[in-house]
């Protein structure tokens, strides 16, 4: 698929930005910065960038939460419902800040970001300098009424799905959030939207990974990406009992068999560490000590602000 990714060079090495997996790759020849529209499997082939050695001063991606509320009430959510949800005044400024800093993807998250009217008009503005790339995370709830807002105003959206099977999900996400997900991804998909589904892997879902790749060919998505479950927020309460290792997801995700053309990707919590996020009232924080907790708040005035330090901590 022909999709749009976002470009940058630093110290002489060009890094992509993929909106949909998250990832960033290593470019093999020069590639003018900015949107650039690019065969998601060629970039899928290119080395994944090691930022920690690039040095650079400012994060290459980021998630921003806009909003704290939500539909659902996730056991296993990272989100703290005790930040104040910023206003719709607040949100446009915060969003000026994120369009001037550099930053080469931004993922809008929340609580749930479709519950936003002017989610539309907040990725479009993100992406209003013609540098960033903006994705979408969601629990497809409403995506199915809204995926026709979101063609041309984001370039990724990323649907939680955290079993293979209607049971399983609904578990974790309550009642009926199975079949709206997957109207929603199916709605998504019409729209010619790049979809790309995660899964909080966890002790009680792992046995589905395999089945999970299975449903999102079906589904015509992209790919899958298995999130390690983070100790923060609401998930703290279930990690003792939920949490793998990093050498076990890597373990259980090494043995699946993918199917052709799906793009699969495991984001541990060694990799999740010193990432950048801006949360619903304004202030940005990195994920530290192998993402098991959160520093740095720093309240965002400026583009500047979001530039916090990138130095990995040890985990």
């Not at 940058?8 to 090495?13: E, L, Q, R, S």
């Not at 395999?210 to 923060?232: D, K, N, S």
């Not at 890597?250 to 043995?255: G, K, L, P, T, W």
Request: charged share 20%; proline share 5%; net charge negative.
């Amino acid at each position: 698929m022909i999709r749009c990714f976002a470009t940058a060079t630093f110290g002489g090495t060009t890094v992509v930005h993929d909106p949909a997996v998250g990832t960033n790759h290593l470019a093999p020849q020069p590639i003018p910065a900015g949107r650039v529209f690019l065969d998601d499997r060629q970039v899928a082939s290119w080395i994944e960038a090691e930022l920690a050695k690039l040095q650079l001063t400012a994060p290459v991606s980021m998630c921003w939460s806009p909003i704290v509320r939500c539909n659902l009430a996730c056991p296993q959510c990272l989100d703290d419902r005790s930040v104040r949800e910023s206003t719709a005044d607040e949100r446009r400024s915060l969003v000026d800040h994120i369009a001037n800093s550099g930053i080469l993807g931004v993922d809008i998250s929340g609580g749930e970001p479709l519950l936003l009217r002017d989610l539309p008009d907040l990725a479009r503005a993100t992406c209003s300098h013609n540098t960033a790339v903006v994705s979408c995370t969601t629990n497809g709830w409403h995506l199915a009424r809204r995926a026709t807002e979101l063609v041309g105003a984001v370039d990724a959206v990323r649907v939680s799905l955290d079993g293979a099977t209607e049971a399983t999900h609904d578990h974790w996400r309550g009642a009926d959030s199975y079949q709206h997900a997957v109207a929603g991804i199916r709605a998504a998909v019409a729209e010619g939207l790049p979809v790309q589904l995660q899964m909080v892997l966890m002790q009680a879902n792992q046995h589905e990974a395999q089945a999970l790749l299975e449903r999102a060919a079906h589904l015509g998505v992209g790919g899958v990406t298995f999130l390690q479950m983070l100790p923060i927020g609401d998930g703290a309460a279930v990690a003792d009992e939920q949490m793998l290792t990093d050498d076990q997801a890597r373990a259980a995700i090494d043995a699946l068999t993918v199917p052709d053309g799906l793009r699969v990707r495991l984001r541990t919590r060694g990799s999740a560490d010193g990432f950048t996020v801006l949360r619903a009232d304004g202030y940005a924080y990195r994920n530290t000590g192998g993402a098991t907790r959160i520093s740095a708040f720093n309240p965002v005035t400026g583009p500047q602000d979001l530039h916090l330090p990138t130095v990995r901590s040890s985990s």
